[in-house]
């Protein structure tokens, strides 16, 4: 296994996709917020003063997404050309299941946009829910699919 944002060197790069195909590339990841119950139930009664918390993050989410290559050192800028992002509560768990899917057509793949989405949406809640719940955890942020590429199609195992 070789380290392909190093040269022979040792001096850090980014990696040249000049010459690999363009293909259809898509990336899903997903991860967790938990919080007091009541916090959970003021996000799902829309009584947190900051605004529609799963919208506001939707759109962090995005944005996230779309800055990926300037948080990242070495991720290359991409023309991304699909977002998709659910929130789904888990009551009986206290907490909130995040999943980002990013697709594209490039010569690259979107899997470190696919986990800043996941991170970026999962921040937002938790700076909007601060005032009511300092104890919100975030946690498991995980690629759990993508397709597309020289590596192919890759599913994780231990997919929750």
Known sequence: MEFTHFDENGKSR???VTDKSVTA????ATGYISMKRETLERILDNKIFKGNVFEVARV???????????????????NISSVDIDFIPEMENSRVKISVT??????TG???????????????????????DKEMVI????????KGGKSGHFVRSDND
Do not use: F, N
Not at 25 to 28: I, K, L, V
Not at 60 to 78: D, N
């Open 14 to 16: 980014m990696v040249d």
């Open 25 to 28: 590339r898509e990336a899903t």
């Open 60 to 78: 962090a989410g995005i944005m996230g997404v779309k800055q990926t290559s300037s948080l990242i050192p070495m991720c290359h800028p991409l």
């Open 102 to 107: 990013v697709k594209l057509s490039g010569k």
């Open 110 to 132: 979107v899997e470190m946009e696919a986990l800043t989405g996941v991170s970026i949406a999962a921040l937002t809640i938790y700076d909007m829910c601060k005032a009511v």
């Open 139 to 146: 946690s498991d942020v995980k690629l759990i699919e993508k």
